[in-house]
C-alpha cells in the first residue's frame, strides 16, 4: 500500500477510535423522542456545500441521497467518514455541554459497465443518547410528601445495510436503494428517594429492537447548457413503510450499592418479554437543482420535507411534526489542470440550510439552521497505478431551537471522509 495511503487510514482508524469514546457523552434530550436525533444523511461532500445532493452526482464519489447518481461512477470507489464535535445545551438559566462522535458511513461504488453502477453500504440512521435529572416530589398516603429525583435515560438507535443500483440512458439517469433497517433503543425512568425513607428506589425500563426493509429511488435529469456546462434536476422520495418491532418492558425495585457508588437490581416487578407491533415510518421526497461547470465549480439548491404526522410507535402518536429543509452551497476548484500549485487543485466547497425540525415540544415548531465549509484535498497518486485517492473535510455550525422553546441546541461538528479509487477487473493483455 502506498505510504500516504496507509498513513490517512491510519489516522481515519484513530479518529473512529476518538468518534466512538466522544459518541459515549453524547446528550441530547431531544433524542428521547420519535426514532433518536437523525443521523445527517449526506456525505462529508455534500455537507460540506449545506447538505445539497439531490442533483449532484460525480464519477469518483457517491452520493447515497439520490442513488440515480451511481449511474456515472466510472472507478471502483471506497468511501468511508467519520464525525466528532461537540453539543451545547441551554436553557434560561443553564447550558450543558456534551460530545458528539459516531461514524459517518462505510461505503463501496463499483462500476457494472458503462452508465450503470451499484453500492454496498452501512450508516447510521438515528441515534439516541440521553441522561437527563429532574428533582421534583411525591405524594404517599395522601399527604405525605417525599422529594425525588428522577433520571431518565436513553441510548440506542437504528442503522441502514444497503445496496442500490443507478442506470443511465442518455441525459436521464433512475437508481434505488434497498436494504435493511435495524438496530435496538432503551428507555428507562429511575425514581431515587433519600435514603433515610423507607421507599425503595424503583426503574422502569422498555427496549423496542427494530427490523425491516427499507427502499428509497431517485432520478436525475441533466440538461446540456454549453460545451462544458450543464444543468442537473434531481428528486429522491419513498412511501410511508412499517417497521417490525419487539417490545421487552422491565420494572424493577432498587438498592444502593456502596462499593459500585450506584443503584442494582433488587428484585424485578415486571418482565414482559415480545410484544410485538409495528413502526410507521414517514414519507420522505426532496428535490433539487444543481448548475455544473466541468472541473471548475458546482452550486445547487436542494428542498426535502418528511411527513413525520404520520408517524406511529404502535399505534401511537409522538411530540413530532411534519418537517422540511431548504439547502444552498457550492464548491469551486481554482485550476484543477495546473501543472503544479497544489492548492489550485483543491476543491473549496460552502453551503447554508434553514427549515423547521421534525420535534414540536409543548405547541412550539422547533426551527433548524446552520452552515458549513469543506475541502477535498487530493492526495498525490502512485507511479504505475490506477489508484486516486481525495481526503474530504467539513465543518459544520449548527442551531436547533428559539426563544419560545424550553431548550436551544448548537452543535459544531467536523468530518472527516476518505475516497479511494481504482479500476477494478482490468482485463490484462500480453503480447
Known amino acids: 500500500m502506498h505510504r500516504t495511503t496507509a498513513g490517512i487510514f ?31 444523511n449526506q456525505n462529508v461532500i455534500n455537507r460540506g456545500m449545506g447538505g445539497v445532493s439531490q442533483a449532484y452526482n460525480d464519477p469518483q464519489s457517491i452520493n447515497f441521497v439520490n442513488p440515480a447518481s451511481y449511474s456515472n461512477l466510472v472507478l471502483t470507489t471506497f468511501d468511508i467518514a467519520v ?12 447550558r450543558f455541554r456534551s460530545g458528539i462522535g459516531s461514524l ?15 453500492v454496498l453500504g452501512l450508516r447510521p440512521v438515528t441515534k439516541v443518547s440521553y441522561n437527563v435529572l429532574q428533582n421534583s416530589e411525591a405524594t404517599f398516603f395522601d399527604t405525605l410528601k417525599i422529594p425525588v429525583a428522577y433520571q431518565y435515560e436513553g441510548n440506542g438507535g437504528l442503522y441502514q445495510v444497503y445496496t442500490g443500483a443507478g442506470v443511465g440512458f442518455g441525459n436521464f439517469s433512475i437508481g434505488f436503494n434497498f436494504g435493511y433497517l435495524f438496530g435496538n433503543i432503551e428507555n428507562s425512568t429511575k425514581a431515587i ?20 426493509i427499507f427502499y428509497n429511488v431517485g432520478l436525475q435529469y441533466r440538461i446540456k447548457l454549453a460545451e462544458e456546462t450543464d444543468l442537473t434536476l434531481g428528486a429522491t422520495g419513498a412511501l410511508k413503510q412499517n417497521l417490525s418491532a419487539r417490545r421487552e418492558l422491565m420494572r424493577e425495585t432498587l438498592a444502593f450499592d456502596a462499593s459500585s457508588n450506584d443503584y442494582v437490581t433488587q428484585d424485578t416487578v415486571l418482565y414482559a418479554k415480545g410484544e410485538k407491533g409495528k413502526i410507521t415510518y414517514p414519507q420522505q421526497y426532496g428535490g433539487g437543482v444543481m448548475l455544473r461547470k466541468a472541473d471548475k465549480f458546482s452550486v445547487g439548491l ?18 413530532v411534526r411534519n418537517s422540511w429543509r431548504v439547502n444552498l452551497g457550492g464548491q469551486f476548484v481554482p485550476n484543477a489542470r495546473a501543472m503544479n500549485g497544489y492548492w489550485n487543485k483543491v476543491t473549496y466547497r460552502a453551503g447554508v440550510y434553514y427549515g423547521t425540525d421534525y420535534l414540536k415540544l409543548n405547541g412550539q415548531d422547533m426551527t433548524i439552521y446552520g452552515f458549513s465549509v469543506g475541502a477535498g484535498l487530493p492526495i498525490r497518486r502512485q507511479n504505475y497505478s490506477n489508484q486516486y485517492t481525495v481526503l474530504n473535510i467539513a465543518f459544520e455550525i449548527g442551531h436547533r431551537g428559539n426563544n419560545e422553546t424550553i431548550l436551544k441546541e448548537n452543535w459544531y461538528r467536523a468530518v472527516l471522509g476518505f ?5 477494478w477487473f482490468i482485463k490484462r493483455k500480453y503480447d
Open 10 to 40: 491510519c489516522l481515519l482508524a484513530f479518529l473512529l477510535l476518538l468518534a466512538n469514546s466522544v459518541a459515549a457523552q453524547d446528550n441530547s434530550p431531544y433524542s428521547r423522542y420519535g426514532l433518536g436525533d437523525q443521523a445527517t
Open 83 to 94: 464525525e466528532a464535535g461537540a453539543r451545547v445545551i441551554a436553557n434560561k438559566d443553564e
Open 104 to 118: 459517518s458511513y462505510l461505503q463501496l461504488g463499483i462500476p457494472i459497465r458503462k452508465r450503470l453502477g451499484m
Open 193 to 212: 428517594y433519600p435514603t433515610s425513607q423507607f421507599i425503595f428506589p424503583s426503574r422502569h425500563s422498555t427496549r423496542v429492537s427494530y427490523g425491516n
Open 302 to 319: 436542494d428542498f426535502s420535507t418528511e411527513q413525520w404526522d404520520q408517524f406511529r410507535n404502535y399505534g401511537e402518536k409522538d411530540s
Open 419 to 423: 475516497t479511494l479509487n481504482d479500476r
